[in-house]
Nanobody, 128 residues
Framework: QVQLVESGGGLGQPGGSLRLSCKAS????????IGWFRQAPGKEREGVSC????????HYINSVKGRFTIARDNAKSEVYLQMNSLKPEDTAVYYC?????????????????????WGQGTQVTVSS
């Protein structure tokens, strides 16, 4: 399982934007599908978005579709989550992780984590 470090969280206003970063240390992310997950207080962790290892195909849950954009920079071994039009319900600790890839044609990432080893995450708080 790859080791990833999240950053970029903070306090955002409703309607505002934040950009999260997920960085791999010491290796390239080229061959891994990566997902973003979040866990709000008192709730279970949920998958938010993922990006596929090969052609960069993306997937979003309905509640963030049209507001969040996931992207990757393989040269920097980073995956980003651009969060626009923030809502208070986006408040959570955000994590990134390697995710399973569906062996379809073309391959597509899933919101199923490869393992159960999570980093510290980055806190996102949306409040006025």
């Amino acid at each position: 399982q790859v080791q990833l470090v999240e950053s970029g969280g903070g306090l955002g206003q409703p309607g505002g934007s934040l950009r999260l970063s997920c960085k791999a240390s010491g290796f390239s992310l080229d061959h891994f599908s990566i997902g973003w997950f979040r866990q709000a207080p008192g709730k279970e962790r949920e998958g938010v978005s993922c990006i596929t290892e090969s052609d960069g195909g993306t997937h979003y849950i309905n509640s963030v579709k049209g507001r969040f954009t996931i992207a990757r920079d393989n040269a920097k071994s980073e995956v980003y989550l651009q969060m626009n039009s923030l809502k208070p319900e986006d408040t959570a600790v955000y994590y990134c992780a390697e995710v399973l890839t569906q062996t379809s044609i073309p391959p597509m990432c899933t919101l199923h984590p490869q393992g159960d080893d999570w980093g510290q995450g980055t806190q996102v708080t949306v409040s006025s």
